[in-house]
């Protein structure tokens, strides 16, 4: 009896979140009008992959006691970028994603440099090189528009075998391929000592420095990884400071809601649930046409224009 009540007294984060989701979810499947049905779904699944990645790289900087507010500008500037480049024969397309997530590790790496050499409070240095991504963002992308190859970008936001979203499967492989090594190599160990006590990490002759610089580049990396994602299912990019803002915020939600501490050092896998209520409260909003300030742009594009199939 007493294994359970730990049980539950340690996954209580992941729980309420999962009933939110499901909550939430319910309503919308009720009152949308079509049901639950494969494009419902994979809508639902590719808002909250987005929402996700845009989450697992707020957690890095958050474990070591940082905080990223320009993720939802990476995020929005390799959207811009992304809408240039990802168009022509394969080889250009494959040299475009290289090219959008290496920007997204260039600024996390630009980050992460103000921070540990720089020695800038994190929220004021990311505050500051977000207003600059935003910047370069309007400059690539003036107004809304640009082009993604169709073929590509239908692979990445439709079905595999009519049944799974890609998108999820995506997901998955970002957290085998990127998250869990980084979490258990030396250098993501690093990141949860940090945030425990960074005197203490120093003194046992953890790479502090390494370590937190190594927290923001990956940060870059996973909202890059977003952008990239975005564009392929807009098939355009949007320079809105006022969805970046809002990924951001919904980001740092997501991840306290989850368990993540933000005094840094503690990370708990139910920020993956506190993702899926974040989009399931999107999808309610745009379901009862809640005014916009509640779901971001982007939230209204992916749920309200579901396939009812």
Do not use: H
Request: charged share 5%; glycine share 12%; aromatic share 8%.
């Amino acid at each position: 009896m007493k294994g359970i009540q730990l049980w539950f007294a340690r996954n209580n984060g992941a729980l309420f979140a999962l009933f939110l989701f499901v909550a939430m979810f319910a309503i919308y499947v009720v009152k949308n009008g079509v049901g639950l049905r494969i494009g419902l779904v994979t809508a639902v699944a590719n808002k909250g992959v987005l929402l996700a990645l845009v989450a697992m790289a707020q957690t890095l900087p958050i474990l070591t006691s940082g905080l990223d507010l320009s993720v939802g500008s990476i995020f929005v500037l390799t959207n811009c970028i992304a809408s240039i480049i990802l168009s022509g024969p394969p080889w250009m397309v494959a040299a475009g994603i290289i090219a959008v997530l290496l920007s997204g590790v260039v600024c996390g790496a630009i980050n992460g440099a103000l921070v540990v050499y720089g020695r800038l409070q994190p929220i004021i240095a990311t505050l500051a090189t977000g207003a600059v991504y935003n910047g370069l963002a309007l400059i690539i992308r003036p107004v809304p528009g640009g082009s993604v190859e169709p073929t590509f970008a239908a692979a990445l936001t439709t079905q595999i075998f009519g049944a799974v979203p890609t998108t999820l499967v995506i997901l998955l492989v970002v957290v085998l391929v990127v998250w869990v090594p980084f979490r258990l190599s030396l250098t993501g160990l690093g990141c949860y000592a940090i945030g425990s006590s960074e005197l203490a990490a120093y003194m046992t002759g953890i790479p502090v420095q390494r370590s937190r610089l190594a927290a923001y580049v990956f940060a870059g990396l996973l909202a890059a990884t977003g952008g990239l994602l975005l564009t392929t299912m807009t098939l355009s990019g949007d320079a809105s400071a006022t969805s970046g803002g809002i990924y951001t915020l919904s980001s740092i939600a997501a991840v306290v809601i989850g368990g993540t501490s933000l005094m840094g050092g503690v990370a708990a896998p139910s920020a993956r649930f506190s993702v899926l209520s974040c989009s399931g409260k999107s999808a309610t909003c745009c379901l009862f046409s809640i005014s916009s300030r509640w779901c971001s742009p982007s939230s209204k594009d992916l749920f309200c224009s579901a396939p009812s199939a």
